[in-house]
């Protein structure tokens, strides 16, 4: 079974650009969740989708935000790029519906955006 | 606001040494506490979960142990080997469902 692919895994961009990052999650996971790393800041939660819908969201700008697809598949897009966005965003999938106290989460390798 | 301390943020052990790694956590409210292991550049590996209502979960040389009352989880490895380098962070989830993650054991096992 073919595990969390996250494409693409390296971007540069300059400030003021958008990006978008695509997440295609286990077969059969639903929920699909997104964090940021950073050196600094440690890991963060981004949002997480389940069905379609997003049922949680951390602490991040507007800037940031992110859909799912009817397979499952999702994306997050960031707009008007800064430097402090510069990271390894990282995706997750899971079974089970978010709030479940057994919810493994299986990571993707991470996309590593460099804003310059 | 749930924190979580990771403690030591760095270990360097000979192989073969039994290792314990500390986590704690503020708020006892949780649901679960899972432990990872990121290589490198990589994504998290998940290793065990415990939910709230377990004391502990084995999995290989792999042991944690959680004790909500006092909010404390161990990762107890047991004959370290050098493939065990890596960083090991370890998450709580609580009512808000939002996972929040310590800032990881740098680990080094040298040969």
């Known amino acids: 079974k073919a595990g969390v692919t996250q494409t693409p895994r390296y971007l540069i961009k300059t400030r003021g650009q958008q990006v978008t990052l695509s997440c295609s999650p286990i077969?059969?996971?639903?929920?699909v969740s997104w964090y940021q790393q950073t050196p600094g800041q440690g890991l963060q939660f981004l949002f997480e989708?389940?069905?379609?819908?997003?049922?949680n969201k951390g602490n991040f700008p507007g800037r940031f935000s992110g859909r799912q697809f009817s397979n499952s598949r999702s994306e997050m897009n960031v707009s008007t790029l800064e430097l402090g966005d510069s990271a390894l965003y990282l995706c997750?999938?899971?079974?089970?519906?978010?709030?479940?106290?057994?919810?493994?989460?299986?990571f993707g390798a991470g996309t590593r955006l460099s804003v310059l | 606001k749930q924190e979580v301390t990771q403690i030591p943020a760095a270990l360097s052990v000979p192989e073969g040494e039994n290792l314990v790694l500390n986590c704690s956590f503020t708020?006892?409210?949780?649901?679960?506490l899972q432990w990872f292991r990121q290589d490198p550049g990589k994504g998290l590996t998940s290793l065990l979960l415990i939910q709230s209502s377990q004391r502990e979960q084995t999995s290989g040389r792999l042991n944690a142990s959680l004790d909500k009352s006092s909010g404390r989880s161990t990762l107890y490895i047991a004959a370290s080997q050098p493939g065990d380098s890596a960083t090991y962070l370890c998450?709580?989830?609580?009512?808000?469902?939002?996972?929040?993650f310590g800032r990881g054991t740098s680990l080094i096992v040298h040969p």
């Open positions: 998450a709580v989830s609580g009512g808000s469902y939002i996972p929040t």
């Open positions: 708020d006892s409210a949780i649901y679960n």
């Open positions: 997750a999938s899971s079974l089970r519906s978010p709030g479940s106290r057994e919810n493994i989460q299986y």
């Open positions: 989708y389940f069905s379609e819908t997003q049922r």
């Open positions: 077969s059969g996971h639903r929920s």
